[in-house]
């Protein structure tokens, strides 16, 4: 059941990106924006790798990503 919830969010996303038409300065933002997540992930990992506990790197990540992203993760979530 989980998996076919997850298929079907998956494929209303990707109808979602197919139906936005932007133009180049949205697209452009976007991009950036994606950049900046990005960048906000790899701080997230280095503070893992640094030993520091998971929630004072989600902290980070939070911090990071505020403006950029929905949501507490910056715009992507996983399993724990």
Do not use: T
Request: charged content about 30%; some cysteine; aromatic content about 2%.
């Amino acid at each position: 059941m989980k998996k076919v919830l997850l298929s079907a969010l998956a494929m209303g996303c990707m109808l979602a990106f197919a139906a936005d038409k932007h133009g180049d300065k949205e697209r452009q933002e976007d991009i950036a924006r994606h950049r900046a997540m990005a960048a906000a992930h790899e701080g997230a990992a280095k503070c893992l790798e640094a030993g520091k506990k998971e929630s004072a790197c989600e902290a980070e990540l939070q911090a990071a990503c505020k403006g950029l992203a929905i949501g507490k993760m910056c715009g992507m979530k996983h399993q724990h």
